[in-house]
Structures are given as structure tokens and as C-alpha cells.
């Protein structure tokens, strides 16, 4: 078996959680805290990616490996065992899971693969700072290029996916837009880049909230950044993008982020899913039709408001769910825990130069500006994230 470490088998049963994200990681280590399960995490990569801070790493705010927390160093402090593998295929009813490099079985699964992401013609013109983390270098070494050679066009967007209002990420978008803005005026060269935003949708970002949005806008505005919003994309090229209504956006560099579409692994699986591939869940995670999988994380088909977002936070909630809610199954409790009640959009929205909060819940919505302040306070976190995924500083209550 490729890559195994940890504590080796009891006779305890056994909980497989998949993908070594925020939500695996976070059900892993609490199905392992209660000392109930064997509890295995397979991961494809042997570290955890902390997604937020990777926008740090084209500006070369940090190296990568600031972005990457060992996942074997976890695995060893919080009690549950890793393996290092790919997974093939889930197999409810047999209770199996394929890995490229082994089988396993399991009393309880915790689905947090993640998702994969929509790929429109051309997109492979386009590199994406929430792709695989040497994305995040790649992205750095072509901008180191176009600072040398003292002039350039950039072009940053995102896509939806417009069967799952969900499946979008475009918070990372504005911040990597706003930290090459800061990175140029600190280097004296912002009158010899153009730098242009683009998105198929009307209003980008509309889901964080009108605060939000009039604040983008106005940074925009006040930076000299022009949008080109409302036009599907047709494609991309080594040149730019096209649009369906055939205009173009020439650029030198073109990062983009895709929709979000479900994991591939389960399409034949015999998990039920949405129309847009994500595993159908309830409240409580548990997926649709078993009594002992479990979903947690841009892998599971959210439900709740319009403006409902995959984000890390949610993603840890409803696996902090899914391991009590494994619990009380186990002992025989009623009790559950459902994600739905803290559905919420929270951003540190950075721009290099200092932050934005951004939060929006089902009652209010609140956008509050930080200069300076506001990117320490994300450099903090990124630290606080890291050593407490170690067990080297006690979490704080909803952090």
C-alpha cells in the first residue's frame, strides 16, 4: 500500500474519510479525538493546502511550502492513520473503496474529495490560482517574467457552473487581481500594465452582498481597472479570451478560475448526485439513500439561499457534523447536527495592502474595510491555521 502511516488497526471500527482537505482533515481528527474508530484519511497529496494564503505566492508574499502543512505530521498528533494514494471508485454497497494501490473497507465514510473543475475550451491557456498548488508557482514564475520584461496586459476572472449556483469561487479572484495591483505600485510599474477583470456573470460577486460589491466596484474605479462582465465566455486562447458575442480580451497572462463540478471519481459511483455531479445530502451530511456515508466539503450538493457558497469554513462545519453526527449514530443517540443554521459567507478579502471582512448571513450583511490591519490579521491566520492543524495551539471557538 502506497504511502501508509499512523497508528496500525484495532478491532475498533472503521471510518474512512477521503481527501486530505480542510474537511478531511477537520473529520478525520475528530472521528480519531473520540477514540471510538479506526479512522484512516487517504489523501492524494501529502500535505494539506492552505488555499487561502496561496494568493501570497504569485507576489511572492510567501514561498510555498508556508502554504503547505505535512499531512503525516497531522496524522501523528491527532491519532489517525494516512494513506498516501488515489482514489478509483466508491462502492456503497459493498462497503469498498479503490485506491490505485489498494482496497478498503469501512463501517463509516466520510466523502471530502473536494471538487474537480469545469473546464471550458481553451481553459488550459488560462492557469488558476485555486488549481493544483504549482499553479501558484506557475503563476508567480510567468509574472516574474512580464515584470522583467517592464510592461504587460493581465487578465484575472472566474466562471460559475450554471447547473450548482454554489459551485463558484471568485473571492481568490479579486484578492491574486488586487495583490498584483499592490505588487506593480510597489514596484513603480502600475502605468505599464494594463490589468483587467472578467466574468460571464452580470454582477460577480453578488453573493458576498451589495456591500461588497460597491466596494469591488469602487476599487475598480479608483484603481483604474476595467470589468468585462454580462458576456458568456466563448473560449481562451494563447492570446486572451473570447466572448459569445465575439469581442475579445487580449492579454499576456490570463488567470482564471472555473466553475466548480463534481468529483470524477464518483460519477460511477453508485452515490446519487445533483445535475452538477455533487453528492446529495442531508442537513446532517448524510448522503441520500445509506445510513453510513457521509459528505462534507465542495464534494457534497449544498442547500439553502441563493447566495449558499463552498467555502473552507463551511466545509470544516459540516465535518465537524458528519463526525458527531457518526457518533451519535453509533451510540445510539437521536441528536444531529446540520450545517444549514451556519450557512454564512465570510471573507478576509485582501488586497495586499490591507484587508476587507466580509460577511453574509441569512439575517444581515457586513463589509468592514481594514487597511493595513486587515493583512496582518490574514498572515495571522494563515499561522494560526497551520499550528493548530499541528496541535500546537488550541483552536479558538469558531476559528
Known amino acids: 500500500m502506497a504511502g501508509v502511516s499512523g497508528p496500525a488497526a484495532t478491532d475498533r471500527k472503521r471510518a474512512l474519510v477521503l481527501g486530505g482537505g480542510f474537511a478531511g482533515v477537520e ?3 475528530e472521528l480519531a479525538k473520540s477514540g471510538r474508530f479506526d479512522v484512516t484519511l487517504v489523501s492524494d497529496r501529502d500535505f494539506l493546502y492552505l488555499n487561502p494564503i496561496s494568493i501570497w505566492i504569485p507576489t511572492r508574499g510567501i514561498e510555498p511550502p508556508r502554504a503547505r502543512v505535512p499531512l503525516r505530521k497531522i496524522a501523528a498528533k491527532r491519532g489517525f492513520r494516512l494513506v498516501v494514494d488515489r482514489v478509483q471508485s466508491v462502492s456503497s454497497a459493498d462497503h469498498r473503496v479503490r485506491l490505485a494501490g489498494a482496497e478498503l473497507e469501512y463501517d463509516y465514510l466520510v466523502l471530502a474529495l473536494g471538487g474537480s473543475k469545469l473546464a471550458p475550451k481553451g481553459v488550459e491557456h488560462t492557469l488558476s490560482i485555486c488549481g493544483a498548488p504549482e499553479a501558484a508557482v506557475e503563476i508567480r514564475d510567468r509574472l516574474d517574467a512580464l515584470i522583467a520584461r517592464g510592461s504587460g496586459s493581465i487578465a484575472v476572472g472566474f466562471g460559475g457552473n450554471p447547473k450548482d449556483r454554489s459551485a463558484v469561487r471568485g473571492g481568490p479572484a479579486f484578492e491574486l487581481l488586487f495583490n498584483i495591483l499592490d505588487l506593480l505600485e510597489r514596484r513603480h510599474l502600475r502605468d505599464r500594465f494594463t490589468l483587467t477583470f472578467f466574468a460571464p456573470m452580470a454582477e460577480p460577486g453578488e ?3 451589495r456591500g461588497a460589491l460597491d466596494l469591488v466596484a469602487r476599487m475598480f ?3 483604474g481597472i476595467p470589468s468585462r462582465t454580462g ?14 458575442d465575439g469581442s475579445r480580451l487580449d492579454a499576456d497572462l490570463v488567470l482564471f478560475i472555473p466553475g466548480v463540478a463534481g468529483h470524477p471519481v464518483l460519477a460511477a459511483s453508485d452515490l446519487p448526485l445533483n445535475e452538477a455531479g455533487f453528492v446529495l445530502i442531508d442537513d446532517h451530511g448524510l448522503v441520500a439513500g445509506t445510513d453510513d456515508v457521509y459528505a462534507a466539503g465542495d464534494v457534497a450538493a449544498l442547500e439553502g439561499p441563493e447566495w449558499r457558497a463552498k467555502q473552507g469554513h463551511t466545509a470544516e462545519v459540516m465535518a465537524r457534523n458528519a463526525a458527531a453526527n457518526i457518533l451519535a449514530a453509533e451510540a445510539g443517540r437521536p441528536e444531529r447536527k446540520g450545517y444549514q443554521a ?12 490591507g484587508a476587507a471582512m466580509v460577511y453574509r448571513g441569512r439575517k444581515r450583511s457586513v463589509v468592514i474595510p481594514l487597511p493595513v ?9 494563515g499561522s494560526y491555521a497551520r499550528l493548530t492543524k499541528l496541535g500546537r495551539l488550541r483552536r479558538l471557538p469558531g476559528l
Open 231 to 244: 458576456t458568456p465566455i466563448a473560449g481562451f486562447d494563447e492570446h486572451g479570451v473570447a466572448f459569445a
Open 207 to 209: 453573493r458576498m452582498g
Open 373 to 381: 490591519v486587515g493583512h496582518w490579521l490574514k498572515q495571522g491566520w
Open 221 to 223: 474605479e479608483r484603481k
Open 27 to 29: 473529520a478525520a481528527a
Open 342 to 353: 451556519h450557512l454564512a459567507i465570510v471573507c478576509l478579502m485582501d488586497v495586499g495592502s
